[in-house]
């Protein structure tokens, strides 16, 4: 940061936004990058990249955060809620061509603690009924499917460098364009619907107002701390990696007596150890469980709220009842996991999940 200082330019799309799209496209092979200030305006750029409109329809798990969502509410969309599977709580597949109609215009798959959904079966439906995908990679870096980086299989990809994420820059995001045909867009978007980034390349001799847009792109500052989080990705990987897997071994006893149930990674799917999370077995178990977590000093919390059933949205839902979805809304509980947690932690924590499935 104080080398972005040094240089004399703090705005946006210098030297370090320019080092950190580099890094991904080398890295992830990625097609073309550009950094946003979060995943949320990552995905209205996406949303605008791909004419949503009023009238449309875009089917979107309901077991997610309010921004995989509220981007194409505000392109006037109308959200058609998914169930998760039964085993994780990824989009279920398998219902989601029974909900597309003549209206839908694109599906939004999140891969939910960073494990892929079955992108293979998302991008033949896609191809089927001529649809958009658009990734919800918030917590996916560096995470596969298949041996494909999450983010670079859809249309496009969103991802989140907001500080609980595994790689940040306190708030950030990513858009990454993985079809050619949204290129040229995409950077006027970026940069309130002008052409200034070919002004800078030196490819037009002045810039102008040509399309919508706004001003998506992180300053110089944000760009370069997440750039020094770049340069460290595989130390912290691997330490999360260990934490992980440390609870995995830990609670696997608690589990395998059927306490509760640990996370499911897929076959065709990696583990970027974003979040550690455990189903409990009804709503009253995991309160109680957040509560002794609470009075040992030990910060577990639930996640999502059901999309589908907020004050937002419960009166323009169609009624399906989404069990998968509101089961992960009220049983699971995510416990704490970060990059400076040491293997003592870790016990602490198991400990005391231990002595609270002997009472
Ligand atoms: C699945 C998902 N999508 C989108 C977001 C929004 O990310 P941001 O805070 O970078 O806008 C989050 C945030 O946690 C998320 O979990």
């Known amino acids: 940061m104080y080398q972005a200082v040094l240089f004399g330019k703090i705005s ?30 990552a995905l209205e750029m996406a949303a605008i990249l791909g004419d949503i409109k009023v009238g449309d329809e875009v089917i979107i798990p309901s077991y997610t955060f309010v921004s995989s969502a509220l981007a194409f509410i505000r392109q006037g969309a109308k959200i ?3 169930d998760s599977c039964a085993d994780n709580p990824n989009i279920n597949i398998d219902n989601i061509e029974s909900l597309i109609t003549t209206r839908t215009k694109a ?9 892929a959904c079955d992108m293979d079966k998302i991008m033949d439906l896609a ?13 996916a870096i560096d995470s596969f499917y298949k041996g494909r980086p999450l983010g670079g ?14 790689i940040i820059s306190g708030e950030g995001g990513m858009l990454t ?71 995995y071994e830990r609670l696997s006893p608690l589990a395998k007596k059927g306490f509760f149930k640990l996370p499911s990674i897929p076959d065709y799917a990696t583990n970027n150890a974003h979040m550690f999370y455990l189903v409990c077995r009804s709503y009253e178990e995991r309160s109680n469980l957040i509560d002794t977590c609470r009075e040992n000093n030990i910060l577990a919390v ?11 949205y419960k009166g323009k839902h169609d009624g399906r009842i989404l069990s998968n979805c509101d089961n992960y809304a009220e049983c699971l509980v995510r416990l704490p996991m970060y990059y400076e947690m040491t293997d003592d932690d870790v016990t602490r924590v198991c400990d005391v999940l231990e002595l609270e499935y002997k009472k």
């Open 153 to 166: 299989i859809g249309h496009f990809g969103c991802f989140s460098f907001h500080e609980t994420k595994n």
């Open 12 to 41: 946006g799309n210098g030297i370090f936004t320019k080092k950190c799209h580099d890094y991904f496209v080398n890295r992830y092979r990625f097609k073309k990058c550009l950094l946003t200030t979060s995943c949320t305006d």
């Open 107 to 115: 599906i939004v798959p999140v891969h939910y603690a960073g494990v």
């Open 80 to 82: 058609v809620f998914a």
């Open 177 to 247: 364009i993985n079809d050619d045909a949204f290129n040229r867009r995409s950077e006027i978007i970026w940069e309130k619907g002008t052409n200034r980034a070919e002004f800078f390349r030196g490819e037009v001799n002045k810039y102008g107002w040509v399309d919508v847009g706004s001003s998506f792109l992180p300053s110089e500052i944000i760009a370069a701390f997440l750039y020094a989080q770049l340069e460290n990705m595989d130390n912290i990987q691997s330490k999360r990696k260990e934490i992980w897997n440390s609870y």
């Open 302 to 312: 639930f996640h999502y709220m059901s999309l589908h059933s907020s004050e937002y």
């Open 127 to 139: 191809a089927k009924y001529n649809l958009l995908v658009i990734e919800d990679a918030a917590q």
